[in-house]
């Protein structure tokens, strides 16, 4: 058996996963809420909020998690930064958490990585 981590996603970059959920949305496949969008960064809606503000930022090209990404493709992170600021600019007067759950104990369900922007309230600090 070979193992898998992130580093598998170096090879998978510039990639689509037909069965991976983000990539459908990325396609049209399947409905997403679309909040902002550049030719490589699709910002959409949460469909289970946990926040007023909960949007989903995410690279158009298939990749793991933030630091396969960040790795490969650095300049694909800071665009989802600059959309992640555009949103939070828009709809929550800037200030927001960016959450990138990482591996399944960390929560992440979904393995096309994606930065929770989360705001419209006060936040706290109780991230575990
Ligand atoms: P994570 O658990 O960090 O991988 O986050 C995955 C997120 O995707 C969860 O917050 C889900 O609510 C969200 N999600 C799942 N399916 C959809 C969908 N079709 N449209 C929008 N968000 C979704």
Redesign the pocket.
């Known amino acids: 058996m070979v193992a898998r981590g992130w580093r598998e996603g170096l090879y998978a970059r510039d990639m689509t996963d037909t069965d991976c ?1 983000f990539c459908r ?1 990325v396609a049209g496949e ?1 409905p ?2 679309t909040v902002a969008e550049t030719d490589t960064v699709l910002a ?5 909020p ?1 926040a007023p503000v ?1 949007v ?1 930022v995410i690279p158009k090209t298939h990749s793991p998690n933030v630091a396969t990404l960040a790795a490969s493709q650095p300049a694909l992170l800071a665009e989802m930064a600059a959309v992640a600021q555009g949103v939070a600019d828009a709809e929550c007067g800037g200030e927001f958490r960016w ?1 990138f ?1 990482t591996g399944a104990t960390a ?4 393995f096309h990585v ?1 930065g ?1 922007v989360i705001g419209g309230q006060d936040l706290g600090w109780s991230p575990a």
């Open positions: 959920l949305i399947i997403g809420d959409f809606r949460d469909v289970s946990k909960h989903l959450i759950n929560g992440q369900s979904v994606h929770h």
